[in-house]
């Protein structure tokens, strides 16, 4: 029998935009990283399972990017330091 996990796509997401404010991401390669280490965590917490698809989380994870990266601009185009 399947148990509901703790844990879903939009969690995660949330988790990592959290984070990267957090930390001052400011870079796709930095957000891949983030998104990487996060995934990565809930493996090892034993809520996300090997056998779950993650390499499609990870995908979709990773193309939030330009969602936040969109935060990350100011009004004049320049991203926000």
Request: net charge negative; no cysteine; hydrophobic share 35%.
């Amino acid at each position: 029998m399947v148990e509901f996990l703790s844990y879903s796509v939009e969690g995660l997401s949330e988790e990592v935009v959290e984070r990267a404010r957090e930390t001052g991401v400011n870079s796709k390669e930095a957000w891949d990283e983030l998104v990487e280490e996060i995934i990565d965590e809930h493996i090892n917490w034993g809520e996300v399972d090997v056998d779950d698809d993650v390499s499609a989380m990870k995908e979709a994870l990773e193309e939030r990017w330009k969602a936040f990266e969109e935060e990350l601009v100011g009004k004049d185009g320049e991203k926000e330091e």
